[in-house]
Every structure is written in structure tokens, then in C-alpha cells.
């Protein structure tokens, strides 16, 4: 009996006691606290770079389009308010919304509401201010007069195959099938209105310095430098005549590579 109690005691001095130390109350509530808080700091911080890279841009495409004297008013201390707070880190995201369809109702508000009524002026060239507020307007007037164009050039590639599968459709069934399956194929892998999503913000991002340097370019035109002697219309112009001649090209281009497709042909091979 003596033997068994002497044991019970052995067990009872080996079993961990809690410790009541305040210290550790605190270091696990400080332990608790800061894994609860982290998740949270790490939204901000990278919500914080996020804002400053998209206002550093926003400051360098004010620099590229406006050109430097006029870029250096716009971001002068004077003018700095909460409007350029708010603005400057919208333009790369604005830059690549108006490649998307889904931001048509927000896009003619934003001008007005970033830049404000009271700096509007109706002139000839329009100002800065103007201009900036109606390119959500000339935006849609474009993509509506291009979704008109575009269904024509893809009617002409249509028809041209439709010719050649008149001439060569005479034969056996599995040739019309095999034409009826590459066209589908084509549909979708040809299809004009398909964007990759890289390209798309590469290309908005880029846009900026594309226009700068499509306005350098009209600059060197006298007729053009007489008539718009502020680089900004320019680059504005060059700007808009570059998405102009990248849609025409990206649509022959696609145009032709329809075709180059629909006259291919398997050729017999007799193993010899």
C-alpha cells in the first residue's frame, strides 16, 4: 500500500502545472494580436505601393501628353489639390477601363469629376480640360462606328471563302466537313474581337508615350504645327490616329490570315 501512494506521488509531481505568469498572459495576447492584425497590414501595404506607382504614372503621363511646361503647371504645388490626389492614380486605371466596354457608363463622368466645371472653357483648339472630357465621348462614337466597320471586313473574308468552297465543294462529304470544321476553328481562333489580357494593359500603359511620340512626329508637319501649336492637341491627335491605324492594321491583318487558312488543302500521298 505504502508502495502505491509513494507512486501516485511520483505521477502527480511529473504532471505539468499551468503557469499563471502574468508576463506569458501578455506575450500570448500580443502573439494573438499581431497574427490577427497582420493580414491587414499587408492589404495596406500593398494598397499604399499600389497608389504610389499608379501616381507616379499618373505624373509621368501628364508629363509625356501635356508635354513639359504645361505638365509642370498642371503639377505644381499650386495646383496640387484633392483632385489630383484622386486623378493622378486614376489614369492608369482609366487607361486600361477604355479598352473595356465595361466602364462605358462611368468614363464620360470621371473627367468632369476629377478635373471640375470650372475649368472648362469652350475654345478653338478646345482646351485641355475640354479635350480631356470629351475623348470618353469621341471613345464611344468610335467603338460604335467600328463595330459597324468591323463585321464588314470579316463579311468580305466570309464571302471570298464561300467563293472558293462553290469552286472546290463538288467532292466528297468529308471535304466539306473538314472545310466546315477549320472554319469553325478559325471563328475562334481568329476572331477579331478576342484580346489577350497582357496585351491589353501593356498596351494601355504604353499608350502615353505612343502618343507623345505620334505628335513629335505630326510637329514636324507645318500645316499641322500651325494649326495646333500645343503639343498636347498634338499628342492627343497622334494618340487617337494610332488606335485608328492599329485597329485598320489588326483587322487586315487577321483578314488575311483567314484567308491564308481557308485555302489550305490536304494533298494526297501515295506512300512512294
Request: aromatic residues 8%; glycine residues 12%.
Amino acid at each position: 500500500m505504502s508502495a502505491f501512494f509513494s507512486k501516485s506521488r511520483d505521477v502527480s509531481e511529473r504532471v505539468p502545472r499551468r503557469s499563471k505568469d502574468l508576463l506569458l498572459s501578455i506575450m500570448t495576447f500580443v502573439d494573438k494580436t499581431v497574427q490577427a492584425v497582420v493580414p491587414y497590414i499587408t492589404l495596406a501595404g500593398v494598397s499604399m505601393a499600389f497608389y504610389v506607382v499608379s501616381t507616379t504614372f499618373g505624373a509621368y503621363a501628364v508629363m509625356t501628353v501635356c508635354g513639359p511646361d504645361e505638365g509642370e503647371r498642371l503639377l505644381s504645388e499650386h495646383n496640387w489639390g484633392w483632385r489630383t490626389w484622386i486623378g493622378l492614380p486614376l489614369i492608369p486605371i482609366v487607361l486600361v477601363c477604355s479598352r473595356l466596354s465595361v466602364a462605358d457608363a462611368v468614363l464620360p463622368l470621371l473627367p468632369f469629376i476629377v478635373i471640375g466645371n470650372d475649368r472648362i472653357r469652350l475654345t478653338f483648339p478646345p482646351s485641355p480640360a475640354l479635350t480631356l472630357c470629351l475623348l470618353p465621348c469621341a471613345r464611344f462614337l468610335y467603338n460604335g462606328l467600328w463595330m459597324f466597320v468591323r463585321p464588314l471586313l470579316e463579311r468580305g473574308t466570309v464571302t471570298g471563302g464561300g467563293r472558293r468552297g462553290s469552286a472546290h465543294g463538288n467532292g466528297a462529304g468529308n471535304g466539306e466537313a473538314r472545310d466546315g470544321g477549320v472554319v469553325g476553328e478559325e471563328e475562334n481562333e481568329f476572331s477579331l474581337g478576342r484580346r489577350d489580357g497582357q496585351r491589353l494593359v501593356l498596351g494601355s500603359l504604353l499608350l502615353p508615350g505612343i502618343s507623345s511620340i505620334a505628335g513629335a512626329l505630326l510637329g514636324q508637319i507645318p500645316w499641322v504645327r500651325s494649326k495646333l501649336p500645343d503639343p498636347f492637341h498634338r499628342n492627343i491627335l497622334g494618340g487617337c490616329l494610332f488606335i485608328v491605324m492599329k485597329d485598320i492594321a489588326g483587322a487586315v491583318y487577321w483578314r488575311h490570315r483567314k484567308m491564308q487558312r481557308r485555302t489550305r488543302r490536304v494533298r494526297n500521298y501515295d506512300g512512294e
